[in-house]
């Protein structure tokens, strides 16, 4: 199979915003260190990490010195001088939101704004870091601000893309199949595409996402039940689900080495 057909399968570590009594996630840098092996042994192309914060420079080498998964490091809603330890750890990818974050979860709500002067300042600190964005959309409106960086050449294709479904708050939308279809009737030209949906209509978008050529993230962060009902045992068994689905409906599951091709990671 050519390799730009593979899936590039993302597992997300973190905590459940809407499930917080779960708590199949790890909770100690030890065991997310573990988490994140695990996931890249399933067969995991990427590990979406919530460094911790004061300890980005050390997960980041324990995690390289264990596998060659590739590191993506997430909380967007972070400023960028809160993300420092972020950028000093130089992971291979870096989570930002396209809009506002305008979300309401069981036990906390989050309303920050991002301008266009910070996503500039964005790509800059990403081109003098060597880390790779990897743009949150999470409505077509997000589409204006990639286009604004396009056209100003502050980034350089291919464009990582995660589109958002069913994340609760002022920048929700439904996890369906016509949601979906719409979101990627807009995509500008150059771009690859994941979806995150939270909910228990992940694996329905995800199949489509995998038909269409898209691409999938999942985790305890966004839905951490292997099946309506059940929770997971952890990430691991995740991402074993979702990459026998993909091979299922024909579609091998990238490698790190192979998923660094198709990203333009270099």
């Known amino acids: 199979m050519n390799d730009t057909n593979k899936m590039v399968l993302t597992a997300t570590t973190a905590n459940s915003w809407i499930y917080p009594n779960i708590k199949n996630w790890a909770e100690n840098l030890d065991d997310l260190i573990q988490d994140v092996i695990q996931c890249y042994e399933a067969g995991a192309t990427i590990a979406h990490v919530h460094l911790p914060r004061g300890k980005e420079v050390e997960t980041v080498n324990r995690i390289r010195d264990e596998c060659d998964i590739i590191i993506q490091a997430g909380m967007s809603s972070d400023s960028i001088p809160k993300r420092s330890g972020d950028f000093e750890a130089r992971p291979d990818m870096m989570s930002i939101i396209l809009n506002h974050h305008d979300e309401h979860f069981t036990q906390l709500s989050v309303n920050k704004l991002h301008t266009l002067e ?72 150059n771009c690859i595409h994941t979806i995150s949906v939270m909910g228990e209509n992940q694996t329905k978008i995800a199949t489509l996402a995998i038909s269409e050529g898209g691409n999938v993230r999942v985790g305890t962060e966004d839905f951490p039940f292997i099946k309506k009902g059940v929770p997971a045992k952890n990430n691991a068994e995740i991402v074993a689900r979702m990459k026998r689905i993909s091979e299922e409906m024909g579609r091998d599951v990238a490698d790190p080495s192979e998923g660094r091709k198709i990203l333009g990671l270099k």
């Open 118 to 189: 910070e996503l500039e300042k964005y790509c800059l600190k990403c081109s003098e870091t060597k880390i790779k964005p990897e743009w949150e959309v999470w409505h077509t409106g997000s589409y204006w601000n990639l286009n604004y960086l396009i056209e100003r050449d502050l980034i350089e294709p291919p464009h990582v893309l995660t589109l958002f479904f069913n994340w609760p708050g002022g920048t929700w939308s439904p996890a369906t199949s016509d949601a979906y279809l719409h979101r990627i009737r807009y995509i500008p030209e």
